[in-house]
């Protein structure tokens, strides 16, 4: 055999072996469960649609299509697969739910990433039309930007490593080094309630939960459906712990002053929970992290003010 020959032999050799690594996983990886793009609702778009009110609205038809904020990397709610830069997820499927209601493709959708802590900014410069990532609803943020919903309720919770015995509940926090998101909510709550806890913040729960995998932190708190996606991904490493202790209805971020638009994502959110929608993109996205598809929360009209 020349020299030549063997090298090709032993690289078409690591070839088949990472085609196979590709094709079938890693051993002892855990599945991969992504959203199937075949199971994902096909939202019609409502074609006569006019939102003459909503300046948002307006701006959006003239562009042909809307700019939403969203999260980039809470697994089953809002992920971007780098290669593609695609983004999958419940929140994601509200979003085009919205859109196609409002009269505009919701394939032509742009996303852009934004942090918990820059959800308000972004809405009031203008930089996104609205905005859907596990965004709690709450009176201090009703001061700065509106909310159409909720469409789902969650409950800020804890992730741990899955051989810790000695957190069970947020009693539990006295004296441990606890991630949350800066500017979100679960991190405020421990602030108050658990002051003893030692608070550690970054943008994102995906980082917060790098440093839980590496010993960095002893917990990461947020909401359930967050923290179940990242446990579903890695069971043999981490658990959901304790009862949720707080309640956060997601609502749709829009500009502050927009009510027409804010009205008509409202309506837009009951058709589609009527109509099956709602269900369908529970059912092919969050409902993957295992659990069953509840009913959604009352929505909110509350009056502009
Ligand atoms: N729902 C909570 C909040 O809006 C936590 C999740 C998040 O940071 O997006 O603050």
Redesign the pocket.
């Known amino acids: 055999m020349t020299r030549t020959t063997r090298v090709c032999r032993a690289l078409a050799l690591l070839l088949i072996t990472a085609l196979a690594a590709v094709a079938c996983g890693k051993p002892g990886s855990p599945p991969v469960k992504g959203p199937a793009q075949d199971k994902l609702p096909m939202f019609e778009v409502n074609k006569d649609f006019e939102l003459p009110d909503s300046p948002t609205w307006r701006r959006a038809k003239e562009r042909g299509y809307f700019v939403v904020g969203a999260?980039e990397d809470q697994p089953y709610l809002g992920e971007k697969d780098p290669a593609s830069g695609q983004y999958t997820g419940f929140d994601i499927e509200i979003a085009k739910m919205v859109s196609a209601y409002l009269g505009l493709d919701p394939n032509r959708i742009q996303f852009k990433t934004i942090a918990?802590a820059n959800r308000e900014t972004a809405l009031q410069n203008g930089q996104i039309d609205y905005y859907v990532?596990?965004?709690?609803i709450n009176d201090n943020r009703k001061k700065l930007v509106g909310f159409a919903g909720p469409y789902y309720m969650?409950g800020q919770s804890l992730l741990v490593r899955a051989d810790e015995e000695n957190i069970k509940g947020p009693q539990d926090l006295a004296g441990k080094r606890v991630c949350s998101?800066s500017?979100?909510?679960?991190y405020q709550r421990i602030q108050e309630k658990f002051p003893e806890a030692i608070l550690v913040a970054y943008d994102t729960y995906s980082v917060c939960v790098d440093n839980l995998l590496t010993y960095q932190v002893d917990a990461v708190t947020?909401?359930d459906a967050?923290l179940i996606g990242f446990a579903a991904k890695l069971p043999d490493e981490l658990k959901v712990v304790g009862e949720p202790f707080s309640e956060?209805p997601?609502g749709i971020g829009v500009p502050r002053h927009d009510n027409a638009l804010r009205n008509a994502i409202n309506d837009a959110l009951e058709h589609g929970e009527k109509n099956g929608y709602w269900k369908q993109a529970y059912d092919a996205t969050l409902g993957l992290s295992g659990v069953p598809a509840p009913t959604p929360p009352p929505i909110d009209r509350y009056p502009a003010s």
Not at 133 to 136: F, N
């Open positions: 999260k918990s990532g596990t965004y709690t969650a998101a500017g979100s909510t679960p947020t909401d967050i956060e997601y």
